[in-house]
């Protein structure tokens, strides 16, 4: 992750293993190439009319045979996903099949309490643009970014995070975004004006490199979270991707009927 759009054809983004996906899986490999582009799809990072790389090229990143990536192209083809063009390459369909996707419910504020015993590594940071999609807010003027690997209260890394911080933001605690959660410290320093997050929860698989982060195979199930938090204007002011160790992750919602002001008897 290098500060761009996370789509697949731009290849800084999409993390892809360098060794065989799955491998130690008794599901055939292409159903989990097939399910990482599934779920770019789904979330619409990998736009209608995307052109996908060559079979050639997808089995060279994910180290697999030419045959392995046909058959993931070929069953995203029977969904209706995508579709090649004689002489031009396979592309998501205009109209793809839109699949629904479970969101993470985490209240704000309660959100940053709960990760106040996290500490977060630095791999890379810089200042970039975070690749909003239009649903998730406008940008500030400037960001900070950082790709992190998080620790947990017993230090054991469980997720990596590419995440944006709104420059007027960062510039007030330089040190401490560096070093603390910084959800924890953008609600100390302006709780009153963060008042939406935002959140896209899909699934997908470990690349090397965040697998060797991570202490998994490359291959594993990870859960990808898109997080945006914006201000009363929606200027979004935090933005993170994270990617996480699916053994923590835990969705929970809780559904409650209306009951009438005067119920029958």
Known sequence: MHGVSPCLPQQSQFHVP?????AHSKSPL?????????????CGELKAGAQLPTI???AKRYNVAPVTVREAFRLLTQEGL???RRGSGTFVNETPLRLTSPVTEAGWPQLPQNLREHRGRILEADDATPPLLPHEGTPAAAYRRMRRVHL???SEPFRVVELFVARHYYDQAPRRFDQEMALVVLE???AVHLVEMRQNFTLTIADADVAAHLGLRAGEPLGRLRRSLVDPQG???YF???????????LAWSMRRSVPANPPA
């Open 18 to 22: 360098s060794s065989s996906p799955a």
């Open 30 to 42: 292409y159903h989990s190439i097939a399910g990482a582009l599934r779920s770019l799809i789904a």
């Open 56 to 58: 050639a090229a997808m």
């Open 82 to 84: 995508i579709r090649a």
């Open 152 to 154: 947990d209260e017993r």
């Open 188 to 190: 100390e320093l302006d």
């Open 235 to 237: 200027v979004v002011v």
């Open 240 to 250: 993170s991707i994270a990617l996480i160790r699916s053994d923590r992750i835990s």
